[in-house]
């Protein structure tokens, strides 16, 4: 592997580790802390060994399948006037904000092991 995908690959360890201490404060921070914090890390192991392809399409379609169950809440979001609520603090009288957060952060880290995947085609 090249230095250019090395750095590329800490950078987005650093990026999905922060994600996962900004869910520390979540009611279910165990769930988000451990999907985060388990993209990071295999960000930070692709620069060391190879990761089978087999489990990281498994990863993706895991990721993929779970974002599903809030797909609901951000098409939900996607009609409503207001979409700078996304931005804001958490409603619970609008339970589809925090919804569409989830799906959009696991849409993120679903594309981040995708770009691993891609990286060992190049």
């Not at 590329?8 to 404060?25: D, E, K, M």
């Not at 996607?78 to 569409?100: A, I």
Request: hydrophobic share 55%; net charge positive.
């Amino acid at each position: 592997m090249n230095k250019s995908k090395k750095t590329i690959n800490i950078v987005l360890f650093i990026l999905f580790g922060i994600f996962a201490v900004l869910q520390l404060n979540d009611p279910d921070a165990v769930v988000w802390v451990s999907i985060y914090g388990f993209v990071a890390a295999i960000f930070l192991y692709s620069n060391f060994r190879e990761i089978p392809k087999k489990a990281l399409i498994l990863i993706i379609i895991a990721l993929l399948a779970y974002s599903a169950f809030h797909l609901s809440l951000f098409i939900t979001y996607l009609q409503t006037e207001h979409k700078e609520e996304l931005f804001g603090k958490m409603v619970y009288e609008k339970p589809y904000l925090e919804g569409s957060r989830e799906f959009l952060g696991l849409l993120i880290a679903a594309l981040g092991v995708l770009y691993l995947l891609k990286q060992r085609k190049a």
